[in-house]
């Protein structure tokens, strides 16, 4: 059964700290993994990797894939309270764009 | 990226009514996805919705309580049918962005069922 596990599920920073979020999974047909970044509704899309080993950025978030590990990382530097938010992690499954198995979710808070 | 308009954004609804949800895009795009979240809990795919043919859904969930149309290429719905409290969702309708794969959501619609 396809699958995709985040760890920590939920995690408490200062202002200024680096965090790093886990991704693993386990999907059949892997196509891409993708970072959304959801602070009410609608989740807001972050990253999408495709390759092991190729570092995407933007700004303070980076993402990098390890397809050997099945696994991702997203990392935050100098967070902010903007941070705040669920990041979900997916697996897109069989080339077919829009069918992602997504993790649960890692809530992040950011203290000032 | 896609403009996706969805309504209602949030509704309150007696246990064993149904609710619609409309959702609009900007573009025309082959495929819609309609996305449930239940509270505390990640997003689970409903259902795929294609223009002209009937939509494919996921395990557990099934036509008559979840219809779907998609009668054009930019607009889908939603039917929640003879709702209970477990139905208490966020419903996020999505697109694809073609051959970058990239998938955006609406703005979502709460429902509290009572």
């Known amino acids: 059964e396809d699958k995709v596990v985040q760890s920590p599920l939920s995690l408490v920073v200062h202002e200024g700290d680096t965090v790093t979020l886990n991704c693993s999974y386990e999907v059949t047909n892997f196509r891409s993994l993708l970072w959304y970044k959801q602070e009410k509704k609608a989740p807001t899309f972050l990253f999408m990797l495709?390759?092991?080993?190729i570092e995407k950025k933007s700004g303070r978030l980076s993402s990098i894939l390890d397809k050997k590990e099945l696994s991702s990382i997203l990392n935050i530097t100098a967070t902010q309270t903007g941070d705040s938010a669920i990041y979900l992690c997916a697996g897109d499954l069989s080339g077919n764009t829009g069918k992602l198995i997504f993790g649960q979710g890692t809530t992040l808070q950011v203290k000032p | 990226s896609a403009v996706i308009s969805q309504k209602p954004s949030r509704d309150i609804c007696q246990r064993g009514t149904s609710l619609t949800i409309q959702c609009q895009v900007d573009?025309?795009?082959?495929?819609m996805f309609w996305y449930r979240q239940q509270p505390g809990q990640s997003l689970t795919l409903i259902a795929t919705?294609?223009?002209?043919?009937?939509?494919?859904?996921e395990s557990g969930f099934v036509i008559d309580k979840f219809p779907i149309s998609r009668p054009n290429l930019t607009f889908s719905t939603l039917t929640v049918s003879n709702m209970s409290p477990e139905d208490s969702s966020i419903y996020l309708c999505?697109?694809?962005?073609?051959?970058?794969?990239?998938?955006?959501f609406g703005e979502g619609s709460r429902l509290t069922v009572l």
């Open positions: 999505s697109v694809g962005a073609g051959i970058t794969g990239e998938l955006f």
């Open positions: 573009s025309q795009v082959t495929m």
């Open positions: 495709t390759s092991s080993g």
């Open positions: 919705a294609n223009q002209g043919s009937e939509a494919t859904y």
